[in-house]
């Protein structure tokens, strides 16, 4: 058995509040899946770029989640046959958006940017 096998085992056998412990989460430029991640529980944040008709959003997604839907898919795809990693650098594909929490990051305004009413008023 390789290094890498002996590895991914043992991964298998720890609880979520152990991975959690090893695998805290992480902050990316970008939405990302690694065959090499999976079975982490990975937490994973990015932001999206605003556009004219979009507004940022902040985007949190759980890796094996994710993944678990997308490898069907993905295990025809090329780039995941040569690479086992696959990215995107704009979004979360469509299908797999459900399973993320997305808050729109142009609509909340930071204690820096409140008027003296609005932090009187709430």
Not at 75 to 97: A, F, H, L
């Amino acid at each position: 058995m390789s290094n890498k096998e002996l590895l991914a085992e043992a991964i298998s056998k720890l609880s979520k509040e152990e991975l959690s412990a090893i695998y805290p989460p992480i902050t990316r430029n970008n939405f990302v899946v690694r065959k090499s991640w999976l079975g982490r529980n990975q937490i994973i944040t990015f932001n999206t770029k605003s556009t004219k008709t979009q507004p940022s959003i902040q985007v949190t997604y759980n890796h094996d989640e994710v993944l678990n839907v997308m490898l069907p898919k993905l295990g025809i795809m090329p780039c995941w046959i040569k690479r086992e990693y696959w990215s995107q650098s704009t979004d979360m594909p469509t299908n797999v958006r459900h399973l993320s929490e997305r808050v729109v990051l142009d609509a909340i305004k930071s204690v820096d940017e409140l008027t003296d009413e609005e932090v009187t008023n709430g």
